[in-house]
């Protein structure tokens, strides 16, 4: 039986990171297998390529080839063996955040984006994602409070508007596997939400 694969997406300070834990610990608790894994990252490769991704200047196409190449290694080492296991994949991020981020964020080409998308993907897309909808300014808030800010979290509030409007964008062209969650409530409310689409979901 093939896993499933579980994606967690939203701009920084949405809280993602925090129900993506709790959704793995639940389903464990349900025996099933869960791999929790994240992007950029998942494997040694991928994760020196997130490093260099956080700290180093560059332009906005050698971001998308660096994350690209990020998650093919990450496909080929972690997702695609899990799935085949018959796990649950938890992933922190996949390619709905480079068209949020290279593609409404830094305005990089989404023709090109989609053939990178195509050559490293192979058709592998998630069976479902959750988009944690919130603000910039209250995510702002939530980052400034919560950690030094790395090179993406240093930008202003109009490239997280961006990049929140191209995850708007990924949603309205794929409802039926995005599902929005109202990321500004409080966080019993956000959880309850998962859950209620969790429960739906066809296993």
């Known amino acids: 039986m093939r896993g499933r694969f579980i994606t967690f997406e939203g701009i920084d300070g949405a809280g993602k990171s925090t129900h993506i834990d709790a959704l793995a610990e639940h389903l464990r608790g349900t025996g099933r297998g869960v791999v929790l894994t994240r992007e950029p990252g998942g494997t040694a490769l991928a994760e020196q390529l997130r490093g260099l991704l956080l700290q180093s200047p560059m332009d906005p196409l050698t971001e998308a080839l660096l ?14 063996p899990a799935l085949a296991a ?11 955040a480079t068209f949020a981020y290279q593609g409404g964020g830094r305005g990089f080409d989404a023709a090109v984006l989609a053939t990178l998308e195509g050559w490293v993907q192979e058709g592998l897309q998630p069976d479902l994602t959750f988009w944690f909808d919130l603000p910039a300014g ?17 930008q202003d509030e109009a490239f997280f508007e961006r990049v929140r409007a191209g995850y708007e ?13 109202d990321a500004d409530a409080p966080r019993e409310q956000v959880w309850r939400q998962v859950l209620d689409r969790m429960e739906q979901h066809p296993w």
């Not at 994350?67 to 695609?80: E, K, L, T, W």
């Open 138 to 154: 209250v995510a702002a808030a939530r980052r400034a409070a919560a950690r030094a800010p790395d090179r993406f979290e240093q």
């Open 86 to 96: 018959g796990q649950v994949v938890l992933c922190d991020r996949f390619t709905d």
């Open 169 to 181: 964008a990924r949603w309205r062209a794929a409802p039926r596997r995005i599902v929005r969650i």
């Open 67 to 80: 994350v690209f190449g990020a998650r093919r290694d990450h496909i080929g080492q972690v997702i695609a």
